[in-house]
């Protein structure tokens, strides 16, 4: 399995961003895929995911309203449309997926199984 993130860069507070992540090497609908980040000094956290057959997203209380998560099976690729940026939002964000990922209970999450992206760093800064 590999995945491959893009679209990170430098954006300014209210700014959009728009990331993907390429999949390749198993079936691309026989799984939740999602991202997380990790900012400076801080925990790995969940942010967005969607489910197998696109049925379902979720997502985590701060990006919800701004960030909007969808997948194109044609292309094997999810994206994260991120708007209204805040500072706060700076991190590196990792896309993930696997047969133990996804959104239990309110929380995101993920087993050993899962395959994780290299991650692609969205900084939000004036």
């Known amino acids: 399995v590999q995945l491959q993130a893009s679209g990170g860069g430098l954006v300014q507070p209210g700014g959009s961003l728009r990331l993907s992540c390429a999949a390749s090497?198993?079936?691309?609908?026989?799984?939740?895929i999602g991202w997380f980040r990790q900012a400076p000094g801080k925990e790995r956290e969940g942010v967005s995911c969607?489910?197998?057959?696109?049925?379902?997203?979720r997502y985590a209380d701060f990006v919800k309203g701004r960030f909007t998560i969808s997948r194109d099976t044609a292309k094997n690729t999810v994206y994260l449309e991120m708007n209204s940026l805040e500072p706060e939002d700076t991190a590196v964000y990792y896309c993930v997926t696997g047969p133990t990922f996804g959104y239990y209970r309110g929380s995101f999450v993920y087993g050993n199984n899962d395959a994780w992206g290299r991650g692609t760093l969205v900084t939000v800064s004036s």
């Open positions: 090497g198993f079936t691309f609908d026989d799984y939740a």
């Open positions: 969607i489910s197998s057959k696109a049925g379902s997203e």
